[in-house]
T-cell receptor, first 111, second 111 residues
Framework: NAGVTQTPKFRVLKTGQSMTLLCAQD?????MYWYRQDPGMGLRLIHY???????AKGEVPDGYNVSRLKKQNFLLGLESAAPSQTSVYFC??????????FGPGTRLTVL | EDQVTQSPEALRLQEGESSSLNCSYT??????LFWYRQDPGKGPEFLFT???AGEEKEKERLKATLTKKESFLHITAPKPEDSATYLC????????????FGTGTRLTIIP
């Protein structure tokens, strides 16, 4: 039981490049979330999903897109990366009754 | 607007010196209050959920309590391995299970 996994662990992009972050969970959870964590800002919700085929905007969605084609996977895309998107990205899934379980994170640097 | 504030930002204690971390919240109709531990370079690890004022939960040297306006994480006789950043988060009654996180307290236990 791996819990929540994220790939890649680290990535460096140039401004304007695109990439996709993959989150996978093996706990059969319906709800999944993408957060970013910046110094002094705390965890901020980017997008979330309440089930397969659904997505919704969180607190800071601009510049990101997501897809939830399979229940166990939640993808976060950056179409045209900007330096302001340099951050640590965490994926989480929600168990019962409300606890969220986090992945190990992806450290992204945009030059 | 939902808001969670943690204090202090950082705390240094001698090994064995007990103390408390504070989490105050203004979350509309609080459904739950969560505590997480985060080690450097890792994702947040779930510790406790509290649902109603007066509730307490314990795990090893940690005890979390909840009042109508704030939560405390009490650390009794801490050890160096308790060093981490402790995050709290509020879950409002409405809003698709979206947590509002505080910015954390960075705890350092000195041997």
């Amino acid at each position: 039981n791996a819990g929540v996994t994220q790939t890649p662990k680290f990535r460096v992009l140039k401004t304007g490049q695109s990439m996709t972050l993959l989150c996978a969970q093996d706990m059969n959870h319906e709800y999944m979330y993408w957060y970013r964590q910046d110094p002094g800002m705390g965890l901020r919700l980017i997008h979330y999903s309440v089930g397969e085929g659904t997505t919704a905007k969180g607190e800071v969605p601009d510049g990101y897109n997501v897809s939830r084609l399979k229940k166990q996977n939640f993808l976060l895309g950056l179409e045209s990366a900007a330096p302001s998107q340099t951050s640590v990205y965490f994926c989480a899934s929600r168990g019962l009754p409300h606890e969220q379980f986090f992945g190990p994170g992806t450290r992204l640097t945009v030059l | 607007e939902d808001q969670v504030t943690q204090s202090p930002e950082a705390l240094r204690l001698q090994e064995g010196e007990s103390s408390s971390l504070n989490c105050s919240y203004t979350v509309s109709g609080l459904r739950g209050l969560f505590w997480y531990r985060q080690d450097p370079g890792k994702g947040p690890e779930f510790l406790f959920t509290l649902y109603s004022a007066g509730e307490e939960k314990e795990k090893e040297r940690l005890k979390a309590t909840l009042t109508k306006k704030e939560s405390f994480l009490h650390i009794t006789a801490p050890k160096p391995e308790d060093s981490a950043t402790y995050l709290c988060a509020g879950l409002p009654n409405f809003g698709n299970e979206k947590l509002t996180f505080g910015t954390g307290t960075r705890l350092t236990i000195i041997p």
